[in-house]
């Protein structure tokens, strides 16, 4: 249909097939959580990241988004990425990272934009947890 010709292949193929769809127990301290919304549209986007402590790399990353196809593809790849990742380098990732490797259209940068959101807030709220912990 008009979706398959006019959206890149990758977007179609997170779409379909979401990668890492899911929750972690937000409680634990392990993880993190980053809950977002995008005024412009209102969807919502959750991503979670379970890290281990002694090398501050990400073991697992999951997410759940109430959105459109471009935001659940943006977040599907956010979680592929993260996989084994550090978090300093998890706070660097920019939507331009996720919107140029699904290549999306300008009305859907914001999408991306969900998910570099959604990491930094999983992030800081795993580093929070972190230091009340210590
Ligand atoms: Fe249309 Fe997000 S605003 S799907
Ligand atoms: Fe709003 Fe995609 S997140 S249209």
Do not use: W
Not at 5 to 12: A, C, D, K, T
Not at 61 to 83: D, N, P, W
Not at 97 to 116: F, N, R, T, Y
Not at 126 to 131: C, E, G, M, P
């Amino acid at each position: 249909g008009v979706m398959r010709r006019s959206y890149h292949e990758n977007v179609i193929d997170h779409y379909e097939k979401p990668r890492n769809v899911g929750s972690l127990d937000a409680k634990s301290k392990d993880v993190g959580t980053g809950l977002v919304g995008a005024p412009a549209c209102g969807d919502v986007m959750k991503l979670q990241i379970q890290v281990n402590k002694d090398d501050n790399k990400i073991e697992k990353a999951v997410f759940k988004t109430f959105g459109c196809g471009s935001a659940i593809a943006s977040s599907s790849y956010a979680t592929e990425i993260l996989h084994g990742m550090h978090l300093d380098d998890a706070m660097n990732i920019k939507n331009k990272d996720i919107s140029e490797h699904l290549k999306l259209p300008p009305v859907k940068l914001h999408c991306s934009m969900l998910a570099e959101d959604a990491i930094k807030a999983a992030v800081k709220d795993y580093r929070k947890k972190a230091d009340l912990a210590d």
